[in-house]
């Protein structure tokens, strides 16, 4: 595969889930891809469901309370018609995850030493390397702390996760993540609990470091700042499915969606123009969503046609957005 080749293509998704109160219709066919060596950034406000598609990337939704419906494509295959013991093979080698609290990951009783060598010991990732010797997995460790600009790798591979600051602990996830060499790093809202700026610092951190192996991340975050600085394409999510998609510097420049219009709009300013505007208004009861467009009931535009699922337009070179504001639009703008 090349540079550009889809590498992970999530079809209409869908996720459902039945409880005392009936079933609930989370994701409602969502499309989204991460094309290989791209930094893509998966935005929405709290709620919309985007951990939910990463866990469905994952396999971690199952049992007999959901139901997922759809194609998710990894390197070839339909995750979703494969077996679970293959998807365990495929997390952790060539789809790494970086949560957002570092401390719920790593594990307090061993040192990071230990950890981070079983890591390698699970490997090889893509690079096929055979297993390594004590001696070469040490030094692969202290190779990658160093890349992660640890001060003194190997005290910190002596040291607790306890014993380490909350930027330094994530920065010990990140080398967990990029050790084996993944093809995908999904990413949901790393260093959320840190300081903005060492968040910010460490996303930073990553985004050099996956650009310099070639590997792909799915970004998850609430940082718009964060996604235009460090993705090359961004999706944004409303109540389960996607309502726009593009380039991450089409999108800023000119989005199209009322909600995405609205989700940049309340983005506090650093000039002095006041109080953001943001959105009116709640994401809708899953058990009963609003027919056709899920945003409708929030839209100043709404019009009697978004009472039909939306159209998916297209509104420049892979700008896309569900919306039928521009379905009128001459048929020339998708050429
Ligand atoms: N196991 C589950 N059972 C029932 N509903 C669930 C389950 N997991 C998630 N949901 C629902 O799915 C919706 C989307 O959740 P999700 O965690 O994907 O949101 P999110 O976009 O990641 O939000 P945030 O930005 O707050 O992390 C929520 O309304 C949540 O209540
Ligand atoms: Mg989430």
Known sequence: MNTGDPLLRIRDLHVEFTGFRGTTHVLNG???????????????????????????????????????????????????????????????????????????????????????LEVIRRGPGRDGARRLSAGAAEEKALA????VALPDPERIMRTYPVQLSGGMRQRVLIAMALVNHP?????????TALDVTIQEQILRLMRSLVEAKG???????????VVRETTDRVYVMYAGSIAEEGRTADFF???????????L?????????????????????????????????????????????????????GHHVACVLYDAEPAARSS
């Open 144 to 147: 990658i702390l160093h890349e």
């Open 265 to 317: 709009a309340s983005v506090p300013k650093l000039t002095g123009e006041g109080v953001p505007r943001g959105i009116d208004g709640m994401i809708p009861d899953y058990g009963a969503p609003p027919p056709g467009c899920r945003f409708a009931p929030r839209c100043a535009f709404a019009q009697p046609r978004c009472q039909s699922p939306p159209p998916w337009v297209n509104v420049g070179e």
């Open 215 to 225: 590997i792909s991340v799915l970004l998850i975050t609430h940082n718009l700042g």
């Open 30 to 116: 969502v499309n989204l891809e991460v094309r290989r060596g791209e930094k893509v950034g998966l935005v929405g406000e709290t709620g919309c469901g985007k951990s939910l598609t990463v866990k469905a990337v994952l396999g971690l939704l199952r049992g007999p309370n959901v139901r997922v419906r759809g194609e998710i494509w990894f390197g070839g295959r339909n995750l979703l018609a494969d077996p679970a013991h293959e998807l365990r093979e495929l997390r952790g080698r060539r789809i790494t995850m970086i949560f957002q609290d570092p401390m719920a990951s790593l594990n307090p009783v061993f040192t990071v030493g230990d950890q981070l």
């Open 183 to 191: 093809d995908l790093i999904i990413a949901d809202e790393p260093g």
């Open 253 to 263: 420049r000119g989005p199209k969606h009322p909600y995405t219009q609205g989700l």
